[in-house]
């Protein structure tokens, strides 16, 4: 339920000038609009869910889409229902829109898979525990080379010039019939950012395993530990049970709770805080329009 200064669910992550977008709930146009953004142009969107409260800012957000140019299609995955939940909405609201959507269903959702795949990055789906088909989603970068040091590609007898481009791109160079391999001159590889996004789910073991190593985990913190028969019942975390997948996937840098529950108060919201942080101390409550950064590993 959208509160007056609490939107439904949705979760923006750019890397290198692309856009996704993580869920889709109502309000999720208005608050991109309070971001200097040309959040028009998203790259892809990942659907956790058919439930209302993750998909109805879809709609407009597609339109809205129509409002710029682009050539690149728009690329919308989620489970099951979600193809039907897209063309139905297009159909009945005769949706104007100037560019291509690709929909891709993920089948065999109970399966981990990569889903997207980009330059230097893949975006996988795992399964959740809900009380419809959910996938929770990871943004992982690929390694990348290590740091060149120029002292060594010098003392090699490789000048500065297009030489150290290539050996910074991994490749062996020859310089006067000696050949010099990338790994003389540059430290170990480095491992890229990853991002989870886990959200309406009873606690399931295999979640772990897929965030582990995350520097950001946003993870469904919906009920205090009082409520968690109930939470149970409906499929949902407690931010207790949100940060024991935090701590027992291993390398979680920081946990960013959201997808409240609408009748926790200020209050509360620090409750839910103090219990998670009891099992894993970096937690924080996510807020709307927060913006975090994630620095690359060096
Ligand atoms: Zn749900
Ligand atoms: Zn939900």
């Known amino acids: 339920m959208p509160l007056p200064h609490r939107h439904l669910t949705s979760a923006l992550v750019r890397r290198e000038g692309d856009l996704f977008l993580f869920d889709c709930g ?6 991109l609009k309070k971001l200097n953004l040309r959040w028009k142009k998203i790259s892809a ?21 129509s409002q710029v140019d682009r050539t690149d299609p728009l690329y919308l995955i989620g489970p099951p229902r979600l193809k039907e939940y897209y063309e139905v909405n297009r159909r009945s609201l005769e949706m104007y829109v100037n560019y291509e959507i690709i929909v891709h269903e993920i089948s065999n959702p109970s399966e981990p898979q990569v889903v997207f795949k980009g330059d230097g990055y893949q975006v996988r789906s795992f399964p959740l525990n809900h009380s419809r088909v959910c996938v929770g989603y990871t943004l992982e970068e690929e390694l990348r080379p290590g740091i060149f040091h120029p002292e060594k590609a010098r003392e090699l007898g490789v000048p500065m010039g297009p030489f150290w481009a290539q050996l910074q791109a991994g490749e062996a160079v020859t310089v006067a019939g000696r050949t010099v391999t990338s790994d003389a001159v540059l430290g170990p590889p480095r491992s890229g950012v990853k991002f989870s996004y886990v959200t309406d789910t009873a606690p399931l073991a295999s979640i772990a395993g897929e965030v582990k190593d995350s520097d950001l985990l946003l993870c469904e913190g919906m009920f205090t530990r009082d409520l968690e028969a109930g939470a149970r019942e409906k499929k949902h975390l407690t931010s207790t049970q949100a940060a024991e997948i935090a701590t027992g996937a291993g390398g979680v840098a920081s946990l960013g709770l959201f997808h409240y529950s609408p009748r926790c108060n ?7 805080l103090t219990e998670a942080r009891e099992v894993f101390p970096n937690a924080f409550l996510a807020r709307d329009g927060q913006i975090i950064d994630l620095p690359n590993h060096d």
């Open 26 to 31: 109502e309000g999720t146009q208005v608050a």
């Open 45 to 65: 969107i990942f659907i956790s869910h058919t439930h209302a409260d993750h998909v109805t800012g879809l709609p407009g957000m597609l339109m809205l889409s």
């Open 266 to 272: 200020e209050k509360e919201l620090k409750r839910l």
